[in-house]
């Protein structure tokens, strides 16, 4: 199990870069293995292959996915977090950026890896995608915290393939609760998706953070 309070190898870049790279490939990889329309013969021989590759990487592990050392920032430093981390094959990733008045965004692309009903996106993915972004805004306002509801309005369907934007923005803290809203919309602007969450810093967090 990797629990939170396992202490993390940080990863500075030069030691970052080439397992950022390894997970673009394995990112290709799924995508691949998800489209590809070969035989069951070279199927079952690309699968041996794969299995002996996995191997390789097993032979020296980590108890916990590793950090990344960044400059300051704690938001992007979970170089294997499922929405943002470079180092996770099954994150898009989604390069969230955050801007001076707090609002958090980013343009990223699904591909059919992460389809739902046919030719669009799964909508536990843009669920996945929001609360990231709603996330990191409460954050935005301090210690931020654990996600205590996330609501979703699935106004029309969110394609596959192209740019797509994500934005949030918490509206405001009330004690340990913090509040925050934002949106998926398609290249065309039109809002796809739209959540509410909200955000409960646990007690313990703010004895260890203060
Ligand atoms: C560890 C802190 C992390 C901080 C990180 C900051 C770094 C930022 C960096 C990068 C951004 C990251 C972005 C991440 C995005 C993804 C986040 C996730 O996926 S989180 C996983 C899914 N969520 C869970 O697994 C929660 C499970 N639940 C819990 O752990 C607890 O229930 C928790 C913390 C939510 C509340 O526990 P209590 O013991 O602190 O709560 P009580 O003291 O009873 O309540 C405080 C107040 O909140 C209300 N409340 C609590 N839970 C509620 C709920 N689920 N719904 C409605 N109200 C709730 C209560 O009614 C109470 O309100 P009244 O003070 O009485 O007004």
Not at 16 to 30: E, F, H, I, M, S
Not at 34 to 62: S, Y
Not at 148 to 159: D, G, K, S
């Amino acid at each position: 199990m990797s629990g939170a309070m396992t202490e993390r190898h940080m990863l500075g870049e030069d030691e970052a870069a080439p397992l950022a790279g390894l997970a673009a490939r394995v990112r290709a990889l799924t995508e691949a293995a998800v489209l590809t329309g070969v035989g069951a013969d070279e199927a079952r021989a690309v699968a041996d292959e794969i299995a002996a590759l996995t191997e390789r990487l097993r032979a020296v592990r980590r108890d916990a996915p590793p950090f990344l050392v960044t400059d300051g920032h704690r938001m992007d430093r979970q170089g294997g977090n499922p929405v943002t981390g470079v180092l996770n094959p099954i994150a898009p990733p989604v390069d969230l950026d955050v801007t001076a008045d707090g609002i958090v965004r980013a343009e990223f692309t699904l591909s059919d890896v992460y389809e739902g009903p046919p030719s669009y996106v799964h909508g536990g993915m843009s669920a996945m995608v929001l609360d990231q972004a709603l996330g990191m805004a409460a954050a935005q306002t301090g210690v931020g915290g654990m996600t205590a509801t996330l609501e979703l309005r699935y106004r029309r369907p969110t394609p596959l393939g192209v740019p797509l934007t994500v934005e949030a923005k918490a509206s405001r803290v009330e004690g340990r609760k913090i509040y925050a809203s934002g949106t998926i919309a398609g290249p065309d602007g039109r809002v796809t998706v739209e959540a509410t969450a909200m955000f409960v810093t646990p007690q313990h967090f703010l004895v260890h953070e203060r």
